[in-house]
């Protein structure tokens, strides 16, 4: 399984001010590296909403997850 995500991912901002960040990516990547791609798109996208909980995106949130065969 490969992921790339652009930095509005990485750089999104929940109401406290915090950054999703790069870890936050990997621990949600590393938990679902047994999923099917558009499983593992799913779970990054709610992860994602969940952390911003209801604050707007000010930057496209692009994912890009490829099964490698």
Known sequence: MRSSQGDGVTEAFNPDEEQFGTQRV?????????????ELTKRLKESLRDFRAGRVAFDDTTLLVAEVM
Request: glycine residues 8%.
């Open 26 to 38: 990997e621990q949600v990547v590393a938990a679902g590296m047994n999923d099917h791609a558009n």
